[in-house]
């Protein structure tokens, strides 16, 4: 009898520790969702590493969550462009980059007097666009080669 509630109690451990993890990461899954979308309207956060930490565990805990987020008319295209082909398009560059600078310049010129943050805050909005410079960009070549090939 012991030992059959041993066997007991472990399996429902087990089968508690396999939940809890599930939800862990779907609730972690959200968060960088969150943080993704954020990133699309604040420069400073980057969108699309957060949508692929998203990707990754709703890919771990939900395959319906995946799918949904990949197949999302927005969101999805960030996902699958950088995934298939390490880029983004240069539509996104060139919006990112103006709204960065925009948002840096008027937290610069109009909310803050202090001279160093003034300088942070620049010397992060180089960053963000030698980061964003550097990413390669999406081309309809690469679209038009990739669908040649399958």
Do not use: C, Q
Request: proline letters at 2%.
């Amino acid at each position: 009898m012991k030992y059959l509630n041993y066997l007991i109690l472990k399996h429902w451990m087990l089968w508690y520790n396999l939940i809890m993890k599930k939800y862990l990461l779907i609730s972690a899954g959200f968060a960088s969702l969150s943080l993704g979308v954020l990133g699309i309207f604040l420069p400073v956060l980057p969108t699309t590493p957060f949508l692929l930490l998203s990707a990754a565990f709703f890919l771990k805990s939900s395959k319906s969550l995946y799918n949904r987020l990949t197949g999302h008319k927005i969101l999805g295209g960030y996902i699958k462009n950088y995934l298939k082909y390490r880029a983004v398009t240069l539509k996104s560059k060139i919006i990112s980059i103006i709204t960065l600078w925009a948002v840096i310049g008027m937290t610069v010129i109009f909310f803050t007097s202090n001279l160093w943050l003034r300088i942070a805050l620049i010397i992060i909005a180089m960053s963000v666009t030698a980061h964003l410079i550097k990413l390669k960009t999406l081309t309809k070549e690469m679209i038009d080669k990739d669908k040649a090939d399958n």
